[in-house]
């Protein structure tokens, strides 16, 4: 019956992220002891005070729809986050409530991307990247790169994938599925050469911005030049340990964020009320109180980069953010291991969820085919087992 449904939906691939998660679950039902490192969830439970606030709103008796583009009082903590954390200005009609940050970036394509554009991915990037392309119609280009420079694009590699065709690029710091963060500098000498193309928008993508290490992520929006074409995005899922919540919020030039509204009113409408609520005691509360996950997860970084690297074939590098690290593991392609060929990262993910029942996903779905990407939002003594287990399997 493929045929019967429509271009759009048979174009568009699966995502690879949600498809591991749902053969973990299928596993799991079969009774095989999986570890799911594939899903970006963190393991921490919503802060009580964010869920207080949630409950307040119910017995407040917040029932109703709620505007299109969200609450006016959120709009105005939602500006007050980002002139607080970001040195952004914003006024409230140039943010927009979505569902989800997901649902903020596919708004923003919807908007501005017409059939024929093209818009850059620096590699890697986020699996629902090339998807929003593909059903806006635009062509990704993806600018790879590699391990050896920490998963960053260079201004010579952007400049040379720029075409007449170029309408946006994505920029995604912390980087899922990397942990990558530009520098205030690295981002400056990107926008310079940007500077010279004034009809290419830029997505910036912030959604992990407090779950960051050794450096603070910087804003693209705040390099002067920039902030009248950037559309800042981002959300609560990650670093407030809301993912079902589906919050995400973007800043942007007013007319876009006019033309946001309009697509939103016609797909969804406003976003759920009773989280709204909650969202404005997150985002005014003062960052310090979820620094105890920030915590954990470095911890947890260290602990998994030390294990891998003490695999012979895995390359890691030390990521500065989110909660991930992204492997490569090329070195493994061409060989047989326990009767089975390795020939791309695909096959050594699926080689690790049936011989060692620890799920990851390939970096074919991140635009970067040597790599995997293992999510460390898990307990430290699964992160231990689990990396016990594909160290055996390989051995």
Known sequence: MKDLLSDRINSLPVSQTLAMAAK????????????GLSLGEPDFNTPDFIKDAAIEAVNQ????????????????????????????????????????????????????????????LPAPYWVSYSAIATLCEATYVEIPSSIENDFKIT???????????????FFNSPNNPSGTIYSEAEYRALAAVLEKHPRIFILSDEIYEHINYDSKPFSFAAIENMYDRTITVNGLAKAFAMTGWRIGFIGAPEWIAKACTKMQGQITSGTNCIAQRAAITALLAPVSKIQFMVDEFKTRRDIVVGLLRDIDGFKVNVPEGAFYVFPD?????????????IENASD???FILEKANVATVTGAAFGTPNCIRISYAASELQIREAIKRIKDALS
């Open 24 to 35: 973990t679950r299928e596993l799991r039902a079969e009774g095989k002891d999986i570890i």
């Open 61 to 120: 008796n917040y029932n109703s729809y709620s505007p299109v583009d969200g609450y006016v009082d959120l709009k105005e903590a939602v500006c007050t986050k980002f002139k607080r954390d970001n040195n952004l200005i914003y006024k409230p009609n140039q943010i927009v409530v979505s569902t989800g940050a997901k649902q903020s970036i596919a708004n923003i394509a919807q908007v501005l991307l017409n059939p024929g554009d093209e818009v850059l």
């Open 155 to 169: 201004p010579e590699q952007l400049e040379a994938s720029i075409t007449p065709k170029t309408k946006m690029i």
């Open 329 to 341: 593991v090329s070195a493994f392609f061409g060989k047989t291991i326990k009767g089975v060929k």
């Open 348 to 350: 050594f993910s699926l």
